[in-house]
C-alpha cells in the first residue's frame, strides 16, 4: 500500500481532471410551477457572471430529485428559490419538488456549514397575508441542516404585504420578488442583493464543499514540482468509500460525492 506524503495543492491540477480546490463556486437552484421563480433565478446567474462569478445555468430541483447529494456537492454555495402555493398550511408551501425533498432526501444531507443564500417568489398583492412564506420555510430547512445562511435584505417601502413567514428578525431572510405585480422591480432588486452577497463573503471558500472529510488522509507537507511523465494509473478502493487513482508518484482521492483530494504518494 502506498504512504501519504503530502497534497498537491493546486500545483499539480494539469495531472488530473480536476482537484479539491476546483470545486465549482456557486449554483442557483429553483422549484417553480409557472416559471416566475426561474425567471428570477436566470436574473441572478446572468448578475453572477456579469460580476465575474462563474455560475451554470439554473438548476430545476425537479430535475434532481434523488440526487441531490451529488449535485449539491458541486458548490461551494447554493442559491436556492421558491414560489408560495396554497395559503396558510405552515409546511409544504412551496407546490414544487423542494415540498417532496425538505423532510426526506434533504434531510439526510451533510450541508454543515455551507453557505446558502435564498430568494422567493410571491403576490404580495393577493396573498398579502403570507407573502412568499414558503421562503421562510426553505430558510428554516437549510439553517436546521447547519448551512451559514447569507443575504438577508430590509424590507424597504416597495414592498405592500401585510405579513410574511420570510421575516425573520425584523428583515426579509433573503430576496424576496413579485414577478406578479412588480416584475419591473425585480432586476435592481437582484443586483443589489448579488452586490450585497459579494460583498458578505458568500463566493469565498471554506463552505462544507471544500473542507476536509473526516476519513480522508491528513496532508503533511507540500511539494513544488510536477511529475515530468504520467506513469499508468492503479486504482485502490479503500478508505471508507473513497477510491484512489494512483499514478506511481501522486494519489488522487475521489469519494462518493465526488469529492477530490489529490496527494503525492511513494511506494
Ligand atoms: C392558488 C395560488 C396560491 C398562491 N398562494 C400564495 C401565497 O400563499 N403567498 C404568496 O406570496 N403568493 C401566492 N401565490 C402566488 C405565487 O407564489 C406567484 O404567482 C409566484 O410568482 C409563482 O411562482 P412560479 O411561477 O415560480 O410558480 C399563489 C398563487 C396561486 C395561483
Redesign the pocket.
Known sequence: FTTILAPFGTRHRSAFARSSTAIDATAVF??????????VADLIVAKLNELGHEAPEPICVDGVVGDLKTEFSKYEALIVG???????ADTE?S??AWDEVYYGELDDLDLSGKNVAVFG????I??GE?????TGELHEVFSKLGCKIFGATEIDDSYE?EA?KAIKDGKFCGLLC???NQDDLSEDRVDKWVKQLVSEGFMSSGGAAAAPAASAPEPVEAIEAPPASKPAVEVIHSRDGWVGHDNGESTLWVNSENRRESYLTKN
Open positions: 429553483f422549484g417553480t410551477s409557472t416559471g416566475n421563480t426561474e425567471e421558491t414560489p408560495t402555493w396554497n395559503t396558510g408551501r407546490g414544487t417568489l410571491g403576490d404580495q393577493s396573498y403570507n407573502y412568499a412564506d414558503a404585504h410574511s413579485d414577478q406578479v
